[in-house]
């Protein structure tokens, strides 16, 4: 990423329209999505997916019912045959060390931060969420999610740095998101 540009959005459909264009830009076959667990990586996957008529692989899906890590023979194996037909949406924790580059291609790369708001009113502030889990050397890392983060800083490399500030949605526009309304 060569630098930053806030762009506040009105509606989260529009947060859809301008990852798209900016993918349509890059000419890049693949979408990566990362992002620390629960930022929202697999909502916008889920609305670009029937916005762009894309396939998406969502990590989630390749982690073992009995827990575990993600199985990353089927993870690639799936993103090798999906690449083959079209468009592909791929989000999950770790991206970049799940699917190397040098096997898949750069692609377009999303990352997802949360943000926290803090205070009320007029006082109001958004705080990342995130980088206090980065920030703590002390911190839980049961699956090397933060030792990727420190490692990769995939937050530092992508081509678009998506906030999200659930907290601050009406319920009405949060249902949206999960809506194929997009």
Known sequence: ??????RRFEHPSDILTYVENSWVASGQPLIRIDGLTGVGKSTLAEGLERRLSATAIHGDC????EGGS????????????ALGSTLVIFDTIRVGEYLPEVQFGRGFKVYVKKLRVAGV??????????GQELDNPDAQDKYGVLAYHRKFKPQFHSDLVVAMAFEDLPEEEWRALRRPVF
């Open 70 to 81: 993600v199985d990353v023979v089927r993870l690639r194996h799936a993103a090798t045959v």
């Open 1 to 6: 990423m060569t630098g930053f540009i806030e």
């Open 62 to 65: 390749f982690i073992p019912t």
């Open 121 to 130: 009113g007029e006082n109001r502030i958004y705080v990342w969420q995130d």
